[in-house]
């Protein structure tokens, strides 16, 4: 963007002025009060919006327009002030539209219009276009933190500053996640060392889980046993009353043929009954080592629940690849950061040869030796 054209009305002492500039550089010469700083103020006012206020505005007139046209736009600056002396007016119009009531700062159409932005260095701010009468040439009398900023600014070495702290940044964090990582993978080795006999758990577990189906099949039997457990209670009875039947009849002299028929047929059935009871006792023994079994079930289903817990913390072990991934990951970002290391090193070593082979700063012509060299490198 190229100034080529200022109008000034009733600015200062300027009641209608109007400059025109040429290529490269102008020069404004004249004597003393003649208005030559009130044109850089004028270009500063539409520009910074400084001096604020309406003091600027000539005694004689209310209202002061200042007029810019560049090789590309034409801006306005327009202020009027009220007759009790504050600003009544205060508005820009850039290539034919109007802006007001923009508050403190300058409307952001006009700032990317003029592309002369103030330059933001960390905190400060410096303004490269606009220097002040008797201001000392740019950055000489500025402090030397300014100073370095500043050259840094310009040289891309903020960009290594900014570069450098954050990999330190990376890198501390980095370091903290390996030393979880690590701390994880400790524990979680131990956790795995008390599963190194998970094989031999699971095959006792599907020996449970046979015995147990056994021990189902054979509740089925207890049934029986107690069924014929109150058969036999029946048969034995039975027998008592065989027995002092028996031992009334012995007391009988003598007995009719009917009666020894039918003592008989009980003495068969007393026979049978014997047999029975010697099949119930054999059966009897059988059931008795199957309720031994059965005592023997709840050491089983403890045994059952501990095996259950263990696969519980089986499961919890599949997160460990998860975890072994994470490491990986660190480990790349651990190769990726040397990388970075070398390339800054590099950088820093081609910005101390240039500036070497340039020998005079350009800003302030000041010969550059190889100490001064390394110091702005921060050697």
Do not use: W
């Amino acid at each position: 963007m190229k100034i080529k054209k200022l109008q000034i009305k009733n600015f200062q002492s300027h009641k209608d002025t109007t400059l025109e500039f040429d290529e490269g550089l102008n020069i404004i010469v004249g004597p003393t009060n003649s208005g030559k700083s009130s044109i850089l103020r004028a270009l500063k006012k539409v520009i910074r919006d400084s001096p604020s206020g309406n003091n600027f505005v000539n005694v004689d007139a209310k209202e002061c327009i200042i007029s810019i046209e560049t090789d590309k736009d034409a801006i306005e600056r327009r202020i009027v002030a009220s007759s009790t002396g504050e600003t009544k007016t205060n508005e820009y119009t850039l290539n034919g539209e109007l802006f007001a009531k923009f508050g403190k700062e300058i409307p952001l159409e006009v700032i990317r219009t003029l592309k002369m932005p103030e330059v933001e260095f960390d905190n400060s701010k410096i303004d490269l276009n606009f220097a002040d009468q008797l201001e000392g040439p740019f950055l000489l009398s500025s402090p030397p933190s300014l100073k370095a900023r500043v050259l840094g600014k310009l040289s891309g070495v903020d960009i290594l500053d900014s570069a450098i702290v954050q990999v330190n940044k990376n890198l501390r964090k980095l370091s903290g996640d390996i030393k979880d990582s690590n701390e994880k993978v400790e524990i979680l080795e131990k956790e795995l060392s008390e599963f190194i006999d998970i094989e031999k758990r699971e095959q006792d577990l599907k020996e449970l889980k046979q015995s147990l189906d056994e021990v189902e099949k054979n509740l089925s039997l207890v049934e029986e046993l107690q069924r014929l457990e109150s058969n036999l209670k029946k048969v034995v009875n039975d027998g008592k009353v065989v027995k002092k039947e028996l031992e009334s009849l012995k007391k009988v002299d003598s007995i009719s043929f009917a009666e020894v028929e039918k003592i008989y047929s009980s003495l068969q059935e007393i026979k049978t009954l014997y047999t029975n009871i010697n099949v119930l006792d054999s059966k009897e023994k059988i059931l008795q080592n199957e309720l031994n079994k059965l005592e023997a079930l709840d050491d089983f289903e403890t045994t059952f629940d501990a095996v259950k817990t263990s696969l519980g913390q089986l499961e919890n072990l599949l997160g460990l690849e998860k975890q072994l991934v994470v490491f990986e990951k660190v480990k790349e970002y651990e190769k990726n950061i040397k990388t970075l290391d070398v390339n800054i090193d590099t950088k820093i070593n081609e910005l101390q040869s240039f500036l070497i082979e340039l020998k005079v700063c350009p800003t302030c012509g000041q010969t550059l030796s190889e100490n001064i060299v390394k110091e702005i490198c921060g050697g």
